[in-house]
């Protein structure tokens, strides 16, 4: 359930005397919530009885570990046959007018049998007020409502309630950098440029074939992703060479592989696996962590590791090497100038769904297009999805559109309802636009109705991608890897909170996407994924949009956001704004953000 929070959580705990202050323990809660589709009081009354019968079991990260594999997912498995024989009763948007257009050739059928002066031989309907156009033809007719207007988007534009009564508007949630001073308004800069790092012709630009990739192809792939990171791990650390880690020996050896797990349950201390590259044997020997003081291992992890394998069939290790990131983009020379010279730039980042759950009505949307119009951004960066395929009425095909029209609606409005700002829009999209390739990476939207006059404006990009404002580096991608990898990762490192890790693993990691295998709903083409899939240098500014709790956080000298979700569940959510300028100036030999400051706005 999106509207989940750890605070209804934790409220919820107290009602049966639980104290909560961990907040590693109120983000598994909310995870399992998310991940078993259960309400928060559901999965406090489930822990309460589930603690009960094990004589009030102490709420911990491990006793919910516990709790998820013998209560939550036993409940889901029971659930999947009724939900199944629900969906299959629900008739989609297309069944319902092939119905009409079956019973149509009924009725012609009928015509063509009577006499002329009953049936008649017009085409075309006529409607008078005394013979008035039928309901079901009305209903194949195109919504006559504003642009704007939540009607024009939904057959039942009824607006959230909870949603319209929301509280906080406008409230600060999260800052980065100067604090005070900063003004939250762009210049309305038309001579900012916004573009993709790597150009047109390198980056993914238009839409390709998937669904056959042949098994040695993704092995290769993978194979040169552990080849390529151990060599430059090598060369950083200045190691002479690896060893096979399945090879008996008595003394300390460097080994580099690829961390997996042993079964297909989830990772934990015992089940680490370390797979060698092809040219190390390709065998699988298992790890043992005792002697590892602080580690942080995920599956897909290219690690290099020293240890001691006395009898060939176990790996224990002694020490464990960092990753490297790569370096931050160099402005030439020629634009460094030009850069210094500019006003610092304002950048506005929202992620869908831009409805609440409970209605279709696009009122978060409306509110957005209210803000950047008043607040006038120089960028805009909009993430899907913009017709979510989780939304339970798009699930249901409880539309009278189809999804590329209500999609071309909402984009209408945003390029329309935002012209006179001169602000600059950025559409990213997601695997859950029911509309659009589900495939990562994914191409970018096209919008073959786009007016001359907008195309300078507006920028498609993929989904991940690089890009490049006013000489400042932006990292994005709109699938949720921090929840999927949250779910995997374990630690046992001190003093570091479980997102900065996850976004230092994706920089050392040097990709978008590092897990492997992938999460279910991820759907991988691991050739496009080589080709656009990693990081081609540290960016400045790292934003991965999740259903996990916002923030703003300097992770390795990069500024590491996510804005979280423009709607959660029935209520609003929150949205991300940042002032950027290229600064190449470096302080007591660090190099200095160019993100002056950052905030996480509620909607």
């Not at 960016?539 to 956001?561: H, N, Q, T, W």
Request: net charge negative; charged share 25%.
């Amino acid at each position: 359930m999106a509207d989940v929070t750890g605070e209804k959580i934790k409220i919820e705990l107290e009602t049966f005397d639980i104290t909560c202050d961990d907040d590693a323990v109120l983000d598994k809660m909310l995870e399992q919530c998310l991940c078993h589709r259960i309400k928060g009081e559901d999965i406090v009354n489930e822990w309460v009885a589930f603690s009960t019968t094990k004589g009030l079991l102490k709420l911990t990260v491990n006793s919910l570990e516990t709790f998820e594999h013998e209560v939550l997912n036993k409940k889901q498995k029971n659930k999947g046959s009724s939900k199944s024989s629900k969906f299959n009763n629900t008739r989609d948007v297309h069944s319902i007018q092939e119905l009409i257009k079956a019973e149509e050739e009924e009725e012609n059928l009928l015509d063509s049998y009577s006499t002329p002066s009953k049936a008649g031989s017009q085409k075309r309907t006529l409607t008078t007020p005394e013979q008035p156009q039928s309901k079901r033809t009305a209903a194949r007719l195109p919504s006559p409502g504003l642009l704007l207007s939540p009607a024009s988007f939904s057959p039942c534009p009824t607006p959230s309630q909870k949603y319209s009564i929301r509280g906080a508007r406008g409230e600060v949630v999260a800052t980065f950098g100067a604090v005070q001073g900063p003004r939250w308004s762009g210049k309305g800069q038309t001579t900012v440029q916004v573009d993709l790092l790597e150009g047109q012709e390198d980056s993914l630009t238009r839409s390709y074939k998937y669904m056959f990739q042949r098994l040695r192809d993704v092995r290769d792939v993978l194979t040169e992703k552990i080849e390529g990171l151990g060599e430059e791990l090598r060369t950083h650390f200045n190691i002479e060479e690896f060893s096979p880690a399945s090879l008996p020996v008595q003394d300390t050896v460097t080994v580099l592989g690829q961390v997996c797990c042993d079964s297909n349950g989830k990772l934990n201390a015992q089940s680490v696996l370390l797979e060698a590259s092809q040219e190390h044997g390709a065998r699988q020997v298992p790890v043992d962590l005792s002697e590892l003081k602080d580690y942080s291992l995920f599956p897909g992890q290219v690690v290099v590791m020293e240890g001691i394998n006395t009898s060939g069939s176990r790996f224990v290790a002694s020490k464990l090497y960092e990753g490297v990131p790569l370096p931050f983009y160099s402005t030439p020379e020629s634009t460094k100038e030009m850069n210094e010279a500019l006003e610092p730039v304002m950048v506005m980042v929202a992620c869908g769904p831009y409805t609440p759950s409970d209605s279709l009505a696009y009122d978060p949307l409306i509110d957005l297009i209210n803000i950047i119009n008043k607040d006038r951004p120089d960028v805009c960066i909009l993430l899907g999805p913009f017709v979510d395929s989780k939304h339970e009425q798009i699930e249901k095909g409880q539309v009278t559109e189809t999804f590329e029209t209500i999609f071309s609606r909402c984009v209408d409005s945003i390029v329309d309802g935002t012209r006179g700002t001169g602000c600059k829009l950025v559409f990213i999209p997601s695997q859950r636009d029911v509309h659009h390739h589900y495939i990562y990476p994914q191409p970018p939207f096209t919008l073959p109705d786009l007016k001359k006059d907008d195309v300078q404006r507006v920028t498609l990009a993929p989904d991940p991608c690089t890009l490049l404002i006013g000489g400042v580096t932006l990292g994005l991608t709109s699938t949720d890897i921090l929840f999927h990898m949250g779910a995997e990762e374990i630690s046992s490192a001190t003093g570091s909170d479980r997102f900065s890790r996850i976004m230092k693993h994706m920089l050392t990691q040097r990709s978008f996407y590092p897990l492997y295998p992938p999460a279910e709903e991820v759907n991988m083409d691991y050739e496009r994924f080589q080709q656009y899939g990693l990081l081609p240098l540290t960016p400045d500014i790292l934003i991965v949009p999740s259903e996990m709790r916002y923030f703003i956080k300097d992770v390795i000298g990069c500024a590491c956001v996510n804005p979280g979700r423009l709607t959660k569940g029935q209520v609003g959510g929150t949205y991300g704004r940042f002032l950027i300028q290229q600064n190449p100036v470096y302080e007591e030999g660090r190099r200095v953000s160019p993100c002056i400051a950052g905030q996480v706005v509620k909607i």
